[in-house]
């Protein structure tokens, strides 16, 4: 199911953090949403998802999301992993992914072995209390839990940030993966060169708006010495 985006906008009070957005993640892609800081991505993810209220038109696949609730999108098929991962700490792993099944439509009550499959450690770790992992397996856990509502649409919020290389290029392979399976990525990520391996377009912000977009092949110097370099 591809994710389209007319014209979302939202302000917080004076300050129209975002602008007249459009975009399309295609099924099958990762579309990686650039920008500085403070340029409006994380309210964009934000407002997609349903937890800000916006204006504008989002459709996954063909129907209308972007005038329900957060958890109606979730049941529709549109998952958030959130900058700063937001796992609940005093849970086990276990317990974190079944929070997770309640985004899926089939009643499902255990967690999918797949959640387990991608992330094996996880696995190992599944009766740990999820603020006693560290950094890169929080991220892996954030990842899997929106997983296991079963999405057919994935936001991402700068899922290397802070994180080792070596769960880096994991979260790479995994994302690869689930886009290889049809699902439609969108990545905000501030980590060029993660970019240029998996992304399949870019789109950059600044000020709210969407100020250049295309093909991650033609993500040129020029471009970010243009929109990106500090």
């Given at each position: 199911?591809?994710?389209?985006?007319?014209?979302?906008?939202?302000?917080?009070?004076?300050v129209?953090?975002?602008?007249?957005?459009?975009?399309t993640a295609?099924?099958?892609?990762?579309?990686?949403?650039?920008?500085?800081?403070?340029?409006?991505?994380?309210?964009?993810?934000?407002s997609l998802?349903?937890?800000?209220?916006?204006?504008?038109?989002?459709?996954?696949?063909?129907?209308?999301?972007?005038?329900?609730?957060?958890?109606r999108?979730?049941?529709?098929?549109?998952?958030?992993?959130?900058?700063?991962?937001?796992?609940f700490?005093?849970?086990?792993?276990?317990?974190?992914?079944?929070?997770?099944?309640?985004?899926?439509?089939?009643?499902?009550?255990?967690?999918p072995?797949?959640?387990?499959?991608t992330f094996?450690?996880?696995?190992?770790?599944?009766?740990?209390?999820?603020?006693?992992?560290?950094?890169?397996?929080?991220?892996q856990?954030?990842?899997a839990?929106a997983?296991?509502g079963?999405p057919?649409?994935?936001?991402?919020?700068e899922?290397?940030?802070?994180i080792?290389?070596?769960?880096?290029?994991?979260?790479?392979?995994?994302?690869?993966?689930l886009?290889?399976?049809?699902?439609?990525i969108?990545?905000v990520?501030?980590?060029?060169?993660?970019?240029?391996?998996?992304?399949?377009?870019?789109?950059?912000?600044?000020?709210?708006?969407?100020?250049?977009?295309?093909?991650?092949?033609?993500?040129?110097?020029?471009i970010?010495?243009?929109?990106?370099?500090?």
């Amino acid at each position: 199911m591809s994710l389209v985006v007319d014209k979302l906008s939202h302000r917080y009070g004076a300050v129209q953090a975002v602008q007249d957005a459009s975009f399309t993640a295609a099924a099958g892609q990762i579309t990686c949403v650039m920008g500085r800081n403070g340029v409006g991505k994380t309210t964009l993810l934000r407002s997609l998802m349903g937890q800000l209220k916006a204006t504008g038109s989002v459709r996954l696949h063909d129907t209308e999301i972007g005038g329900l609730p957060a958890h109606r999108r979730a049941k529709l098929g549109l998952a958030l992993v959130p900058q700063g991962r937001e796992i609940f700490p005093k849970l086990t792993v276990e317990e974190n992914l079944l929070v997770g099944l309640a985004a899926r439509s089939d009643g499902q009550r255990s967690v999918p072995e797949v959640a387990y499959e991608t992330f094996p450690i996880l696995r190992d770790f599944r009766r740990r209390m999820g603020g006693d992992l560290s950094g890169g397996q929080q991220q892996q856990l954030a990842i899997a839990r929106a997983m296991v509502g079963d999405p057919k649409a994935l936001l991402l919020d700068e899922p290397t940030e802070g994180i080792q290389p070596n769960i880096i290029q994991e979260i790479g392979r995994v994302l690869r993966r689930l886009a290889g399976q049809g699902l439609a990525i969108v990545l905000v990520e501030q980590y060029l060169d993660f970019v240029r391996e998996i992304g399949d377009r870019f789109a950059i912000m600044e000020r709210g708006q969407i100020v250049a977009a295309g093909a991650t092949s033609e993500l040129s110097q020029e471009i970010v010495q243009k929109h990106l370099n500090v």
